[in-house]
């Protein structure tokens, strides 16, 4: 025989498992919600001659404007991809760069359009401004220095981007 006061803990037991499988559905969602999209995302860029380079995507304005700024370096094989909201004739500078770069401005169809080598970081104010391609360009590689000379980076040469998740 069943009694009130046990269908009332049953109900309470109840009530209790519901709402602990809401709390959990909930603080999974609210993690997935708030976690986003990866901090960077990588872009691995391969050249005509099977070389490959693992770039951290500048896409943000707050990427696009600090860039490599107050990084001591740039590991072997790798550099900062610049995708700029529209294709342009961009100006940048190396305010707050604590290493030369190598940059590379590459138009809409992935072909390099301009080439600067062995750019230093910015010690005056106003800083210098590099740039603009001769051609409307959407992206642009910034390399440790010397990337572009080692690796046989010409002018003209069509990139291939692949997304790495």
């Not at 046990?6 to 919600?33: D, G, H, M, N």
């Amino acid at each position: 025989m069943v009694t009130k006061a046990s269908t009332a803990v049953s109900e309470q037991r109840r009530k209790k498992i519901v709402t602990f499988v809401l709390l959990v559905i909930l603080l999974i969602s609210v993690s997935l919600f708030l976690g986003g999209p990866k901090e960077s995302e990588l872009i691995i860029v391969e050249f005509p001659n099977g070389k490959t380079m693992e770039t951290e995507v500048a896409s943000t304005p707050e990427k696009l404007l600090f860039g490599l700024a107050f990084r001591e370096g740039l590991p072997a094989d790798t550099g900062m991809l610049y995708i700029f909201e529209s294709t342009g004739l961009h100006r940048v500078q190396t305010r707050q760069f604590r290493f030369p770069v190598d940059m590379m401005w590459i138009d809409e169809s992935h072909h390099i359009v301009h080439i600067l080598e062995q750019v230093l970081p910015c010690t005056q104010d106003p800083c210098p401004l590099y740039g603009p391609p001769p051609e409307p360009v959407r992206y642009l590689i910034e390399a440790e220095a010397g990337y572009a000379r080692r690796e046989g980076i010409t002018v003209g040469m069509e990139l291939k981007f692949t997304l790495r998740m």
